[in-house]
C-alpha cells in the first residue's frame, strides 16, 4: 500500500509542474504503465522536466520497492514467510557446497546460522548492508539484492580428517532434509495464505 | 535464484566424482601393465579437487560469484601420479623382468581402489540427493503459484 501512495504523490507532484490545460492526471495505476513512454512537457520549461525526471524514479524506486515486497502485498506473516524461503534457498546452497566439496582438501564445511538470521530479516535488518541510490544516475539494485549475503558461518563440531576437510556427509544430509522440511513447511503456509486471498478474491463461496 | 545455484554447486561435485570415477577405473584396468610410454609400469593416479573459483562469463554472473563467495562448487584441480615405489616380484619369464628376474608392477592396489570407488560412488549419490532435493523444492514453489 505505500508504494501506491508514493506513486501517487509523485503524480501529484507532476501534475502540479504541468501546464495548465494539459488535462486532469490520470489515475495511479495508469500513470505507472503510461509513464515511461509519457511525452515530456514542452520544452522550455526547466521545472517541469525536473518534476519528470523525478517521477521517473520515483516510479521506479517504487517499482522495485513493489516488486522486492512481492509477499508484503499479504501481511507481515507472508514476508517472514518470504524470509523463511529466502534463508532456506541459500542453505541449500550452502550444503549443496559442503557436499560437492566433501572430498576437497582443507576444506571447511560451512552453514548459515538460520535462527539468527531469520530473526534480522524479520526485524528489517538494522545491521544489514545495504545497497542506496543516493543520486539519480545510480543504476537502481534488482529487486532482493538489496541485501548481501547471509552470514556463513563455520560449522563447529566437525570430525577431524587428515586432510584438513570437515564435511561429515550424514550431518549435511540431515541438514538437507531438515532444510528442505522448513522450506516445504514456509511454503505450505504460504500456500494458505494465497488460498485465503484467493477465497476473499473469488466472491467467497459462491464460486 | 538460489535453488538453481545449489544445483549448480551440486552438479559441479557431480562431475568432479564422475572425473574421479574415470581415474579409478583407469587404474583398475592398468592394474597389470608393466610398460607405458614412459618405459615404467603404471604409476596410480588420484584427482585433486579443489573449490572452484566463480566461473568466467557474464558480469551478472562473476558478480553473483562474487556475492556468494561462500558457498562454492567443486573442480579437478590435477591428476596426481603416486610416487609411491613399485612393488617387485619374482617372474623371470616374464618379457620385462630384468636381469636377476624380478618385474616390477605397477603401484595400485586393487582394494585402496575398490574403496575408492565406493566413496566416490556415495559421493556421487549424495550430490544426486542434493538436486533432486533442490528440484523437489523449485517445483513445489511453481505449483504454489499455480
New interface residues.
Partial sequence: MRDKTEISAASARLSRAKPAGQGPSKSAASKAKAAPAAPRPAAGTPDANIAVGELLSELRRALGEGAKRMAGLFDDAASALRAV??LS??R??????N???????G?RA?DVDFASELRAAIDGGADRVTLSRTAQGHIAPAAGAAT??PA?VEREGAPFRPDGNTVD?DR??LS??EN?MA??AA?QL??KK?ALLRYAVGDGGNR | MDLLRAIEIASSGLSAQRRRMDVIASNLTNMNTTRTPSGEPYRRRDVVMRSAEPEGGSFARVFQGEMERSARGVEVADVRESRAPFPKVYRPNHPDADESGYVRLPNVNMLEELGDLALTQRSYEAGLQVIAAAKTLLQKTLDTLR
Fill in positions: 524461503l529466502d534457498a541459500r541449500q546452497g550452502v550444503i549443496a557446497a557436499v560437492a566439496n566433501k572430498d576437497t582438501p576444506y560451512k548481501l549475503d556463513v556427509i549435511e544430509m538437507l532434509g528442505a522450506y516445504n511454503l504460504l500456500a494465497i
